[in-house]
């Protein structure tokens, strides 16, 4: 994986390897390889039923990687996540049991469930990829890449992220309802013997890499040109959002860094080695959505997130 070339059709077989199973969601698919590729993390939102899990317990078949998963519940201790000490008898010692944290894609289903102490316990991992458990302090695999799952239409009995805590994901990926089309495609499978996860169970998508190689597929980013002008163009859409009357809380420059990472992931999955401003363009929801506060008037008002980026893009001038 030394190549442009190599990464893009990495990109492109894993994306096409993940459609056999993930019916529809094109956009949804890409974004989860993007978090991926550029050693991120990443917030799923949408309705139960619409293959949230299936999603990435497919990605870690595709990309051959370890698959944990962790049922976020109201009474979800931190060392349930990271693991703890016990004392052996036998041995005379104390022994280190480790949690689901030590895994490569960890899905935390229904992030929002356990309480702030809990949602904490993942930061440490999240952004310096190890974990402390009575006082000593053990590496996570240099891949490990967490999916935190949320419902976007029950409240009650949650306890929302902060503001911090949202800020170590890269992006949100919204996956919607599917379409007639791909619904009744749905109904037509779940009626045979190749419905999403029988299909997923009996081996039909194909490994196209191994997880010690991800590292490496993941540093040939590198050679997707940005121009200079771009590079601009993005700094100066973070920066409208601080500006912006509609909201309290501008994105920060770790959303710089993600827009920029994000959008040479974009290019690559395009099969292209340059970064072109539709790129930008199509993330910046995506990757600076969550990260902003509306002012309380215009929440009051209905006004969206995605109205919100759209106005602060068509405040920002298009590099040619």
Known sequence: MTSTDSIKDLLQRARAEVRKVIIGQEAVIDQALIAIFTGSHALVEGVPGVAKTLLVRTLSRVLGCEYNRIQFTPDLMPADITGTTIYDMQRGEFTLVRGPIFTTFLLADEINRAPAKTQSALLQAMQE???????????????????????????????????????????????????????????????GTDSPEAALAAGAVQQVISEADLTGARTTLEAITVRGELVAYIVDVVRATRASDFVLVGAGPRATQALLLASRASAAIAGRDFVTPDDVKSLTAPVIGHRLVLRPEYELEGVTIEEVVTKVLEQVAVPR
């Open 129 to 191: 990829r190890r974990v402390t458990i009575d006082r000593d302090t053990h590496p996570l695999n240099s891949n490990f890449t967490v999916f935190a799952t949320q419902n976007p239409v029950e409240y009650e009995g949650t306890y929302p992220l902060p503001e911090a805590q949202k800020d170590r994901f890269m992006l949100k990926i919204a996956m919607s309802v599917p379409g007639r089309d791909e619904e009744l495609e749905l109904a037509q499978r779940m009626l």
